[in-house]
């Protein structure tokens, strides 16, 4: 059965297309350099970079993100002129310090905290100047009761450190000079205590410095004084503390970062692969050899880039840091293409014309090469449906690039293999392009070194034939035959064959096992910096003394409801207690609930049940205006007319939240225990769109983006590959790859978060390319036998999924011995990539192929031979001894291209002529419907004499006979020569 309704089509199309290439070469260089250099400018003019993190690591359309925007409008009379930290929507714009002492574990010490005070005084110093006025940090600082909110600790020593042998602190709540209560637990980390918990020393000492940020002016001068504090930060100096500053910019400051390295890695990664694609491709044979075409194919990855970023610029998509590991992925891909189109440029014959050799080179090599790109931009297109606008934004230009890789391949980098095979033609030296003469006919040792090559013109003359070995660009390489006569006959043993698959059971099982312990989430906040960064250091100190009091978790009614009522207070009162009693939170003296202070209020007034219309009254008029209280008016908001509560909130606070997968447990938790509540309740924190959202949705986004893109594989596979089967193991082949990368990413202590998802993307166009490669060479052998068929694919595109492989690795080995986590994960992703990528498509997908794959069809038992008319004793030799191709030995493993196929001679069996004039009648009616039957006759090259005749009696001979040069696939010429010998045995009975 056929399933080649779209692979051949897209043959004959590549077959014209390589040979209009082949003769007009120059407007396939000239167009994609013009329209390259169009695109360019959009680079200079368009460009914009997206640098907020909140943005770009947040998942959109998130739970948490649509309960903000409810809230901003529900809360946007609460402003920073008379708030706390805590009541804040977003993440606060602020500076933050970490005090440790250098000398001695304590900083609860007079000199210490007497070097604090001047830290503190710094900070309070910081200047910035816009429009001709000067802003310090009381002009800008988030203001309670008109004052700056202050620093607890600092503020109960009156910022007097002689004082501090005087005041009793306790742990881990203290009480402030006006009997309120505050966290100090949240404050100093590290803490020993004596009688009555009171501390006796502290580690550590944790300092804030919130900003107002309300308006457009304030978020600017917000940002520049971020910038001022972070400078000064960087400059101060102490003998006594070491300092760990952050600022709500600092993660901004450090994707900046991180997208300047990689430019500065581009470059390095282009000369590391320049120089191993040079030396892959450089010969003995100074004709032969392609240095310069090498780079020309990592100039061609070069345009594509340039036209991605000119394009997607122009049409106003911004570029993020996530997006710069997409030059890496389209380098590997245009290499891994090039190495393909080299390959199947030299397994034409050199003395053929260059369109035909182009004709032929493109048939085999460009419908692998469209296989691997639609794959893969169908996958990144897919992609883009996620809900984290970083990775929709590194798919975006993925997709782009690599169909811009692809077009520039088959015409860019195609029109320069062409103009290589003219200089080839003319016998010119690859680097000086001037004629020589070649290796035979040298007139020295040093001319035959570094001048020779080439090959020389030999006129074929009946009974002559060209000697292949020494003439033919299309002498198999080292690796070539090693694949053919050693590797490939190992692996498809049986007995190899049944150790693979034990093998691939044994890696499946451990990759299996690696995917159920996979970390979710990472702390993102931290491995966006280099590991030397201060934000770095910063967390590491932040996660070491101040995780167990963090965060406080808001809970709160966004609509009306009935406070006054003992029901809703029960319900209430009950959703408090179950996140209080839970693992995830302190109990309820670390809580903040108005409700439950207002109706010890109500007790003390001695009201009971109070209406409606009482307990708003006593709310409003009694109990907020009370200093005491008064920090719960931001948390209750009234209707316009003050006589209904339409929101309020009320926190609990987190303990012990030490790993991603706490924080992400609790705040299923925490929505759980609101979600069952009859109440219309939502659990919220400032950093939860950002944060714990990313947690919760980065499973579900995986899982969905990366089965979309595997089941676009597949469909493209089975439109291209002509065979259902194979299409399913190339599929299961990039299913099983991904499951080995992610379980690996376990075992290699790599979580699942938006940064290692980007680069499972890379992984996933990177991993059909192995597949897909070795299982279309193995629907493409002319081969009927299974194990004949796995050899002839190693042996046709092994090498060059190997040098792809390898020039895969050495682009992405310069980041091995990076101080990022975002390049040490890309390496490791892409090693993981390319060993299991490379496994599957050089060791598994053969032996699985040669298993599960039937015979594409029956082997035959007879094939009957027309009468040639003349035949001459050496064709007669090359029939007799099973040989269509002169040259090659029915012995052979595998024969030499182009394809060549042996068969059995029954003896005694030839069609007499009147049978050859049923199969030329068959051929008339056939050819105007089977674009096949013209190119045969179109791209054959005659070079026997018994060239006359009709034009179907030409097309016979053009099939069989064994002296013809054939340009085409060999299926094709199979397919023919069966419809024919099928026509003729008819025509022999009914004779």
């Not at 070097?115 to 110093?125: I, Y």
């Not at 503020?155 to 209560?181: C, F, Q």
């Not at 690599?402 to 015409?411: E, P, R």
């Not at 299991?836 to 192929?849: Q, S, T, Y």
Request: charged share 20%; aromatic share 12%.
């Amino acid at each position: 059965m056929k399933f080649d309704c779209v692979e051949k089509p897209l043959r004959v199309l590549f077959l014209s297309h390589g040979k209009l290439v082949g003769k007009h070469p120059a407007p396939f260089v000239i167009i994609p350099l013009l329209l390259t250099l169009i695109l360019a400018i959009g680079i200079f003019t368009h460009l914009t970079t997206e640098k907020d993190a909140e943005v770009l690591y947040s998942p959109e359309g998130s739970q948490s993100a649509r309960n903000r925007v409810i809230l901003e409008d529900l809360y946007s009379k609460v402003v920073d002129e008379n708030m706390l930290p805590r009541h804040q929507l977003r993440i606060e714009r602020s500076g933050w310090l970490i005090v440790t002492p250098k000398t001695d574990d304590n900083v609860l010490t007079v000199p210490n905290m007497e070097e604090v005070l001047r830290l503190d005084k710094e900070v309070k110093n910081v200047t910035i100047q816009q429009g001709g006025d000067h802003y310090k940090f009381e002009d800008l600082c988030v203001m309670w009761n008109g004052e700056c909110h202050e620093n607890e600790i600092l503020a109960l020593l009156d910022y007097d450190a002689e004082i501090l042998e005087n005041v009793s602190l306790t742990h881990p709540l203290g009480t402030k000079s006006n009997g309120e209560r505050f966290l100090a637990g949240s404050l100093l980390g590290g803490v020993t205590l004596g009688d009555e918990d009171v501390i006796e020393k502290a580690e550590a000492l944790f300092l804030t410095y919130h900003i107002r940020f309300d308006t457009a002016e304030e978020f600017e001068l917000a940002m520049q004084w971020e910038r001022q504090f972070l400078h000064q930060m960087q400059n101060f100096i102490s003998d006594k503390l070491n300092i760990y500053w952050l600022a709500t910019l600092s993660s901004t400051e450090e994707l900046d970062s991180s997208t300047g390295l990689s430019i500065y890695l581009v470059v390095i990664e282009v000369l590391i692969v320049g120089s191993f694609c040079v030396l892959s491709t450089t010969m003995l044979d100074w004709v032969r050899t392609k240095p310069i075409l090498a780079m020309l194919g990592l100039f061609t990855a070069g345009l594509s880039l340039g036209s991605t970023l000119g394009l997607l610029a122009f049409v106003g998509v911004p570029f993020a840091n996530t997006a710069g590991s997409m030059p890496f992925l389209i380098l590997g891909i245009g290499v891994d293409d090039m190495f393909i189109m080299i390959s199947a440029w030299r397994q034409t014959s050199v003395h053929k014309s260059v369109p035909d050799r182009m004709s032929q080179a493109m048939e085999e090599a460009a419908l692998s090469i469209t296989i691997t790109s639609v794959t893969d931009a169908l996958a990144f297109g897919i992609g883009c449906i996620t809900d984290f606008y970083s990775i929709r934004l590194f798919c975006i230009y993925a997709c782009v690039a690599v169909l811009f890789c692809y077009l520039y391949m088959i015409t860019f980098f195609a029109a320069c293999v062409a103009i290589t095979g003219y200089r080839e033609e003319q016998n010119r030296h690859a680097l000086t392009f001037r004629k020589v003469l070649p290796k035979q006919d040298a007139p020295s040792k040093a001319y035959y070194l570094f001048c020779a090559g080439g090959t020389s013109k030999i006129s074929l003359n009946k009974g002559n034939r060209y000697n292949q070995k020494n003439t033919d660009d299309s002498s198999d390489s080292t690796l070539m035959i090693f694949f053919k006569n050693y590797y490939g006959p190992f692996v498809t043993h049986p007995f190899s064959a049944f150790t693979i698959v034990l093998l691939f059971l044994a890696y499946l099982g451990v990759a299996i096992w690696g995917c159920i312990y996979l970390e979710e989430g990472g702390e993102l906040k931290e491995n966006i910096a280099a590991d030397d960064s201060y934000l770095k250091l910063f967390f590491t100190e932040e996660k070491k003394y101040f995780r167990y009091y963090n965060p406080d978790m808001s809970v709160i009614a966004k609509s009306e409801i009935e406070y006054w009522n003992s029901n809703v207070q029960r319900d209430l009162e009950n959703v408090m207690a179950d996140l209080e009693s839970s693992e995830y939170f302190h109990d309820s003296n670390f809580s903040i609930s108005w409700l439950r202070h207002y109706l010890q209020f109500l007790v003390v007034l001695q009201i009971e049940k109070p209406s409606k219309e009482l307990f708003i009254n006593t709310l409003r008029e009694q109990f907020l205006v009370l200093p005491i209280y008064n920090q719960f008016v931001p948390d209750i908001i009234f209707d316009s007319n003050n006589q209904t509560i339409i929101s309020s909130r009320f926190y609990v606070l987190g303990k012990d939240l030490d790993s991603t997968d706490r924080e992400r447990d609790m705040f299923w938790y925490i929505r759980g225990i609101v979600a069952k509540s009859e109440l219309d309740l939502i659990a919220y924190h400032r950093a939860a769109p950002w944060m714990y959202e990313q947690y919760i949705a980065i499973r579900s986004n995986t899982i969905l983006t990366m089965s979309l893109g595997v089941a676009s594989m597949f469909l493209i596979s089975l439109i291209l590959i002509p065979h259902p089967i194979c299409a399913i193991t190339v599929t299961l082949s990039v299913v099983s790859t991904l499951i080995g990368i992610i379980g690996n990413m376990s075992h290699l202590s790599i979580p699942l978060d938006s940064i290692s998802m980007v680069t499972l993307f890379v992984c996933l166009g990177f991993s059909v390319d192995y597949s897909a490669h070795i299982s279309y060479a193995y629907t493409a052998s002319p081969y009927q036998d299974r194990r004949k068929r796995s050899i002839h694919a190693l042996y046709s595109l092994g090498t060059p999924t190997l040098q792809g492989a390898i020039s895969t690795f050495l682009a992405g080995v310069i980041f091995i011995g990076s101080n990022s986590y975002v390049f040490r994960t890309f390496f490791w992703t892409m090693f993981l990539v390319i060993t299991i990528g490379a496994l599957h498509g050089l060791v598994f997908l053969p032996v699985f192929l040669m298993i599960l794959v039937p015979n594409l069809e029956k082997e035959d038992k007879k094939v009957l031979v027309p009468n040639l008319g003349k035949e001459d004793k050496r064709t007669s030799r090359s029939i007799k001894n099973g040989t269509l191709n002169s040259g090659f030995n029915s012995r052979d493993s595998t024969p030499p291209p182009p394809y060549n196929i042996p068969f059995k001679i029954s003896s005694g069996i030839v069609p007499q002529q009147r049978s050859s004039k049923a199969s030329t009648s068959y051929v008339d009616a056939q050819r105007q419907n089977d674009p096949y039957l013209n190119q045969i006759y179109q791209n054959a090259e005659i070079t026997s004499t018994d060239n006359t005749g009709s034009y179907s009696e030409r097309v016979c001979n053009i099939v069989y006979n064994p002296n013809h040069r054939r340009s085409l696939h060999g299926s094709t010429i199979l397919d023919t020569r069966r419809q024919l010998d099928q026509n003729w045995s008819l025509s022999a009975n009914s004779a």
